[in-house]
Structures are given as C-alpha cells and as structure tokens.
C-alpha cells in the first residue's frame, strides 16, 4: 500500500486555461474527497465521493470546477477557465468507508499556479 | 456556523520543552475532532483523533490531546518537543451532517535549538 497518490503535483497554468489533476486513493478504499488549502489557510472541503457517486459539494465548488470517479477508483478534479484566484493547493484524501470513524489519509497535493 | 479555531498562528518553543497547541470548536453537537501535521513537501499526516470515551486520546510522535466538552477544545500536548516536530499543525473536526473535515487555520510550530 502506497498510500493517496496525487498527479501532477505542480501545475503552472495561464489564466483561462483548463486543468485536470488526477488522485489515486489507498487500495480498496471506498471514499474520497477533494479539498483545497490557500497560504496560510487550512484546507477547506470540496466534494467527496461514495464509490462512483458524487455525494456532497461545498458551495466553494463552483461550475467551472467539475470532479469525476468513473469506476470508483481513481478520481479527476478539473478546473475551466482558470483565474488567478484558483492558485492554491488541491488535497485528496481517502477512507475506507466503512464506518462513520474512519480516518481520511491525504495525498501530497497538486499545488497550482495561474499566472 | 460550524468552525475550528486555532487562536495561535505562530508558536516558538525551545527544544525539549513542554508544548500545548490550543484547538476550540463550534459546532450544534460534539464532533469528531482530529489533529494533523503538515510538513513542507508531506501530506497531512494523522496526529491522532477522538470520537468518543476517554477525553485524554494518546497519539503518534508522543502527542497526546484532551476533549474538554465544558470548554468546547481540543489542545494538543506533547511534554518534549524535538525539532523535527517543527510543521504546520491542523486541528479538524467532522460532524453536523456534514461528510467532509473543517479545518483550522493552522499553528506554525518553531522550535528554538
């Protein structure tokens, strides 16, 4: 077990631009989540998924912000249109999903810069 | 709102002396409360976590944290610091209905040699 793996984990981007990062949750583990950390804050929750389905989204998720789990495995969270103020780091985190008392364990992040 | 605060940004201590990281939290019943470290580089590594029993919840790298539901916190403490214990640390908490964690703002830790 290698634990959350996350792809790329730089990103340098220019305003309007797409960008899809890619995580790689712990084998077997049922959930994932997305969170997004700015300087100097903690992270804040995005979305999260139960298996394939998409089971709750922050009202920081806006419409340019799309997050997928095709098979229920890995996951993508992609950014459209980026802008400046995107420029923060993107957290995954995954659980087994078997109890209300998991742990969530967070990959390293995808820190991204819109210039 | 549901919230985590984390009244110190910065804390220095002295290599080998005691240290107490303070944690309070707002939420409508008592959640699960988690601390996390952060390095440079590293992922949010789990310090520990309560979700029920005893108040006084042992975790890794020696930490230790108390529940205290009177004061609505959740402080971390761990009696002798070592400078690699310097990082970002994150108190969290879970519950309300909701899925996903609520972080703090983070308490720099500086160790003085």
């Known amino acids: 077990d290698t634990g959350v793996s996350q792809n790329p984990r730089h990103k340098i981007t220019k305003r309007g631009q797409n960008v899809t990062f890619r995580c790689d949750p712990i084998?077997?583990?049922?959930?994932l989540y997305w969170y997004r950390q700015t300087l100097g804050q903690g992270p804040e929750f995005l979305t999260y998924?139960?298996?394939?389905?998409?089971?709750?989204k922050s009202r920081l998720l806006s419409d340019r912000f799309s997050a997928e789990r095709p098979k229920g495995s890995f996951s993508t969270l992609e950014i459209q249109r980026t802008e400046q103020g995107d420029s923060a780091m993107y957290l995954c985190?995954?659980?087994?999903?078997?109890?209300?008392?998991?742990?969530?364990?967070f990959g390293p992040g995808t820190r991204l810069t819109v210039l | 709102a549901q919230s985590v605060t984390q009244p110190d940004i910065h804390i220095t201590v002295s290599e080998g002396a005691s240290l107490e990281l303070r944690c309070n939290y707002s939420?409508?019943?008592?959640?699960?409360l988690f601390w996390y470290v952060q390095s440079p580089g590293q992922g949010l590594q789990l310090l520990l976590k309560y979700f029920s029993g005893d108040t006084l919840v042992q975790g890794i790298k020696g930490f230790e944290a108390e529940f205290k539901r009177s004061q609505s916190s959740f402080n971390l403490r761990k009696p002798s610091v070592h400078w690699s214990d310097a990082a970002e640390y994150f108190c969290?908490?879970?519950?309300?209905?909701?899925?996903?964690?609520?972080f703090g703002k983070g308490t720099h830790l500086i160790i003085q040699p």
């Open positions: 939420y409508g019943a008592t959640p699960y």
């Open positions: 969290a908490a879970e519950g309300g209905g909701a899925d996903g964690l609520t």
């Open positions: 985190a995954s659980s087994s999903g078997q109890s209300s008392t998991d742990t969530q364990y």
């Open positions: 998924f139960q298996n394939e389905a998409q089971l709750e």
């Open positions: 084998s077997e583990h049922n959930r």
